[in-house]
Every structure is written in structure tokens, then in C-alpha cells.
């Protein structure tokens, strides 16, 4: 079901007082797994950008199931489809050690060209076509 999979590791600083990662840094974790998953399907987020299209992200709903600590090792995982005119990023994150569900995530993004709403990305559309053939 997941197409894409990224490791990381808990850095000290990404936790707060309570010893566990600060609710906030699961969506930096989130966000760069989405941009490397665009970037080993040959699309840059930069690129894109300087021809004046951008993918946003319109909602997020993080449902938080277990805590990361500092050292820990874990995987984040996505897989794309489309629904009307949203990309929907469907992700969750698992700490190695014990594979534990951490955080399950939808994120929304929509495409604008120049500002302007699209409802079609051809790119975004070859990823999801990619992602339901796997």
C-alpha cells in the first residue's frame, strides 16, 4: 500500500521538555519525506516553483499514537491518490526498534499556477496513476 519509505533519527534538539519529540516536528518529518518522495520521482519542488506552480498544503490531520525519543530510529512511509482536486497524502510513521504506529496523517495539497487554483497537475497525476500500479 505504501509506495515510498524514508529513515530517519530523533535529534535532541526536535524533542521537548517531556524527553519526547515536539508535536510540531512530526510535520517537518512529514513534509520532507513528501519532498524526497518528489524528488526520486524527478519532480523539485523548486523547479516547480520557478515556473510559477506550487503545491500547497491545504489541511492536515495528525492522529499522534506513540512518542519518539531522542535516538530513536524510524521509518515514514506515504502513498498518494487523488480526490477532486487535492493530492491526498496518506502517511504514518513507525519507530524501527518494536515498528510501533507513532503518527497517521492525511495531508491535503492543492496546485496553484501563478496563484490560481488548478485541478490537474499532470506530473501529480503520473505519481498517483504510479502509486496504483504498484
Known amino acids: 500500500m505504501y509506495i515510498y519509505e524514508l529513515e530517519f533519527k530523533v535529534r535532541d ?3 521537548d521538555l517531556q524527553g519526547i519529540v515536539n508535536n510540531s516536528v512530526y510535520q517537518n518529518y512529514l513534509e520532507h519525506t513528501r519532498h524526497e518522495f518528489l524528488l526520486e520521482n524527478n519532480l523539485s519542488f523548486d523547479k ?3 515556473q510559477g506552480i506550487d503545491a500547497v498544503v491545504a489541511r492536515i490531520e495528525m492522529a499522534f499514537k506513540c ?3 531522542s535516538g530513536d530510529v524510524f521509518v515514514s512511509k506515504l ?3 487523488k480526490e477532486g482536486v ?3 497524502f496518506n502517511q ?3 519507530r524501527k526498534s518494536d515498528d ?3 503518527v497517521r496523517a492525511k ?4 496546485v496553484v499556477i501563478n496563484g490560481k487554483l488548478i485541478a490537474s497537475l499532470p506530473e501529480f497525476d503520473e505519481l498517483v496513476e504510479k502509486s496504483h500500479r504498484r
Open 48 to 50: 516547480l516553483h520557478q
Open 92 to 94: 504514518v510513521i513507525y
Open 79 to 81: 502513498y498518494v491518490k
Open 67 to 69: 512518542s519518539l525519543r
Open 100 to 102: 510501533k504506529l507513532c
Open 107 to 110: 495531508v491535503d495539497t492543492v
Open 13 to 15: 534538539y526536535e524533542c
Open 86 to 88: 487535492k493530492y491526498v
